[in-house]
């Protein structure tokens, strides 16, 4: 039987398919995406902080002059990612990766020029924008697009790469600057960028599999689709999303988790040095994105055949159990143990906020709900050390600003239990 004369040309698989051509080639793209996220956060979010110490030492700038830098580079990412949203519904994601790679190019090249820190404000602007091209948004775009039964497994996959970029190019990023300078080593990262976000983009991740005559997760053609929401296809503005429950719920229960895990994250050091010495406090640091790859790579595997919010809600609770560990203990092996608990639950908050947008809003409208709701939980994520700062210093220290994380972090748990799938208004469709 003929194809209908109207239909699209099936297009051919990239060439780097050959390489296991059985292989479903959304496997393809989860690899693409586990190095673009070592790139992307690797240096457009860890780096940010190496670059400012790395200022700091080699200018002679004072930290008060530098130290709004991270403030502009948090609410830039915030306001970019909505428009970023909006521009992966409508054209995909490879576009604003593309973009974003070129402006964190430039981003990096001109960081390594500058003669004063107000040129490091305009510097962060660029370089947060880039950010918020290349990472979350449009990366967990493509993981929803080419999966659906196997999209928790594969966003975990993909955004390992998040974790292990900071792992490895924090230190080298940080040893290029000491030794070679911030502007030698602004240009070695700048040309990482280009040697791998750039023709991986080009040459490898595809928007989806329906123009190479597949379906999301590799299932036949003549299968039943894989099941999305209600009336996905015709998608919501931003104005009909935050007007539902659903988004209101998932803002405010992601929001306060946030609290907790920023507001822990920052501190984290200088409370375990409260009764640990130096190095058995770096230890404790350290132990928690190396438990951010162990516990996204465990929640992966499970997360797709249980209620996302279920498994979303047992995160919270266990990062409210790892800070009350924190609060209780004085002594180095529960303090540990309850950093180790910590870094299981941190690496996969990100991914199931990710999910639950997808899985509530549908994919035709993925990246417009997921910027918005990014720039409105990233409030909680500025307050969170502010929060723990100012308890600690007004009412007796770390464990008075811990338990006000654990109360934060139950009610977010309590709060994600009750999101519901989200209904249209009569009248606005």
């Avoid at 290029?176 to 700048?190: H, P, Q, V």
């Avoid at 266990?318 to 180095?332: E, R």
Wanted: overall charge positive.
């Amino acid at each position: 039987m003929s194809a209908a004369p109207d239909a699209a040309p099936v297009q051919a698989l990239p060439s780097i398919h050959r390489l296991q051509p059985h292989l479903y080639y959304g496997w393809f793209v989860v690899a693409a995406g586990f190095a673009l996220s070592f790139v992307s956060v690797g240096i457009g979010f860890y780096g940010q902080t190496v670059f400012l110490d790395g200022l700091i030492r080699e200018n002679g700038w004072s930290k008060a002059s530098v130290s709004g830098a991270s403030t502009v580079y948090f609410i830039t990412t915030g306001l970019v990612g909505i428009g970023v949203g909006r521009i992966v519904d409508r054209f995909g994601a490879r576009l604003p990766i593309l973009v974003g790679a070129f402006a964190m190019i430039t981003a990096l090249l001109w960081l390594g020029t500058i003669e004063t820190p107000s040129e490091l404000y305009l510097v962060y602007l660029l370089l947060a924008a880039s950010f918020a091209m290349t990472s979350a948004i449009p990366q967990s775009s493509l993981m929803n697009r080419w999966f659906v039964r196997e999209r928790a497994r594969a966003m975990s996959l993909a955004q390992t790469g998040v974790s292990v970029g900071g792992l490895i190019l924090v230190p080298i990023a940080t040893t290029l600057i000491a030794t070679n300078g911030i502007r030698n080593a602004t240009t070695w990262l700048a040309l990482l960028v280009a040697a791998v976000v750039v023709p991986l983009t080009l040459f490898v991740v595809r928007e989806g599999p329906e123009a190479f005559g597949l379906r999301p997760d590799g299932d036949a053609l003549g299968g039943l689709p894989p099941a999305e929401p209600e009336d996905s296809a015709r998608g919501w503005t931003g104005r009909e999303a935050v007007r539902t429950p659903t988004f209101q719920l998932l803002a405010l229960s992601f929001g306060a988790i946030l609290i907790c895990q920023t507001g822990l994250a920052v501190h984290h050091l200088h409370l375990l040095r409260d009764h640990l010495g130096t190095s058995a406090a770096a230890f404790g640091a350290a132990t928690i994105p190396v438990g951010s790859i162990v516990g996204r790579l465990a929640v992966g595997r499970f997360a797709d055949r249980i209620d996302k919010r279920r498994v979303t809600a047992a995160l919270f609770v266990t990062q409210a159990a790892s800070l009350a560990g924190l609060g209780l203990s004085t002594h180095p092996t529960p303090l540990l143990l309850a950093s180790v608990l910590f870094g299981l639950t941190i690496g996969s908050v990100f991914m199931m906020q990710s999910l639950l947008v997808a899985d509530l809003f549908g994919l035709a409208s993925f990246g417009t709900v997921l910027g918005l709701l990014n720039s409105l939980t990233s409030i909680g994520g500025g307050i969170g050390p502010l929060l723990v700062g100012i308890v600690a210093e007004r009412f007796g220290g770390y464990p008075s600003a811990i338990w006000v994380l654990f109360v934060s972090g139950l009610t977010a748990a309590s709060l994600v239990l009750f999101i519901p799938r989200p209904e249209r208004r009569r009248g606005h469709d």
